[in-house]
């Protein structure tokens, strides 16, 4: 792969698409060698973290309505309710990556990532609780709406 030509659009875009192709061959590794959440969580930084750093002008601001919530699969993801528009989501998530104020919590005793919490550092209190299955396609979601809005804009 080459050289970048638009950082931050590139940098957005070759996450999701590297995501997506471990998402296509981590199934040729036995359970115990995929790494499917290690890898996603590592993304964050490019997701979440960068684009808040760099373009964050460009981070839509949506409202979080249950309707919504539901549109793009947090079905039992659940946000606090405190935050109302995805990019105020994004700049809460951006603080818990940053600060790498993250659990992992499983529902039984497989240990198995059924949710993934993100805290706010100065308050310890969890913003934003991800089902595991729930949390790519947000991110798919949430990084298409930013590709958009990068592009519509020429940033």
Excluded: W
């Amino acid at each position: 792969m080459g050289n970048y030509t638009d950082l931050e659009s590139e940098f957005i875009e070759r996450t999701i698409k590297l995501i997506d192709q471990y998402t296509g061959l981590c199934e040729k590794f036995s359970f115990d060698e995929q790494y499917n959440y290690t890898l996603t969580i590592n993304c964050l930084l490019g997701l979440i973290v960068m684009p808040k750093e760099r373009v964050v002008s460009y981070i839509p601001t949506k409202r979080l309505t249950n309707a919504f919530k539901k549109e793009i699969g947090l079905i039992q993801s659940v946000i606090k309710p405190e935050i109302k528009t995805l990019r105020e989501l994004i700049e809460s998530l951006r603080h818990a990556v940053a600060h790498f104020d993250i659990n992992v919590v499983s529902e039984n005793d497989s240990k198995l990532i059924d949710y993934i919490e993100f805290k706010d550092t100065e308050v310890d209190v969890v913003i934003a609780s991800f089902r595991g299955n729930e949390l790519f396609a947000f991110l798919q979601y949430y990084s298409t709406c930013l590709l958009e809005n990068l592009r519509r804009h020429q940033y």
